[in-house]
């Protein structure tokens, strides 16, 4: 059964760049595309971006400049950057995976959630 | 301002049947990309509750069930029970944006 486990720091600074680590534990890394969306209080789910195996990525057009996600086949991870952050940026963060069919799959397994903190 | 539209919020007494819509455009719902729903307990990840417009994950119970037609989706659950109360989202693929897509979320209050 497969498993996401992510893990980054929670608290930031205004300006200071948000990183997280995604680890896929019990299943194939290739063939799938790899995801991160947020949750901010009080608000919904946002798409931020991904990244499949062979490290081809796709990212929110209203958080593009600032997003990058990175790949490390050799320790099926994935991670994300989030660059030049503000408290608009406080949220969950969750990694996810696109089901094998992409567009008709859904996203399957998820991670357990990290809460991140920007505050000066 | 979503790209995908859904109520705030739905009631219902136990046992009862409510539908959640979820209304896309021809970018999204209306194109060839299915549409997907999540169950979102605060504190928990999201979990995929239907996936390619109408189909179930292994383990989800059959009360729930999902429907598309035209650019709008739907999502029913049948037989509701205290367990059910959470807050529900439909997602897609959108064209114009080459991007993934989240409704705005409707909470489910079972009464």
Redesign the interface.
């Known amino acids: 059964q497969v498993q996401l486990q992510q893990w980054g720091a929670g608290l930031l600074k205004p300006s200071e760049t948000l990183s997280l680590t995604c680890a896929v534990y019990g299943g194939s890394f290739s063939g799938y595309h790899w995801s991160w969306i947020r949750q901010p209080p009080g608000k919904g789910l946002e798409w931020i971006g991904e990244i499949n195996h062979s490290g081809s990525t796709n990212y929110n057009p209203s958080l593009k400049s600032r997003v990058t996600v990175s790949v490390d086949t050799s320790k099926n991870q994935f991670s994300l950057k989030l660059s030049s952050v503000t408290a608009a940026d406080t949220a969950v963060y969750f990694c996810a995976r696109v089901g094998s069919s992409y567009y008709s799959s859904g996203m399957d397994v998820w991670g357990q959630g990290t809460t991140v903190t920007v505050s000066s | 301002q ?1 790209v995908l539209t859904q109520p705030p919020s739905v009631s219902g007494a136990p046992g009862q049947r409510v539908t959640i819509s979820c209304t896309g455009s021809s970018s999204n719902i209306g194109a ?3 549409t ?1 729903w ?1 169950q ?1 307990l605060l504190g ?5 509750l ?3 417009n109408d189909n179930r ?1 292994s383990g989800v119970p059959d009360r729930f069930s999902g429907s598309k037609s035209g650019t709008s989706a739907s999502l029913a659950i049948t037989g509701l029970q205290a367990e059910d109360e959470a807050d529900y ?1 439909c ?1 897609s ?1 959108d064209s114009s ?9 409707t909470k489910l209050t079972v009464l």
């Not at chain 2, 928990?44 to 995929?48: E, G």
């Not at chain 2, 944006?97 to 979320?105: A, H, N, P, R």
């Open positions: 979503s060839a990309y299915g997907h999540y979102h928990t990840a999201p979990k995929l239907i996936y390619g994950p989202y997602q693929y944006l080459s991007s993934w897509v989240f409704g705005g979320g």
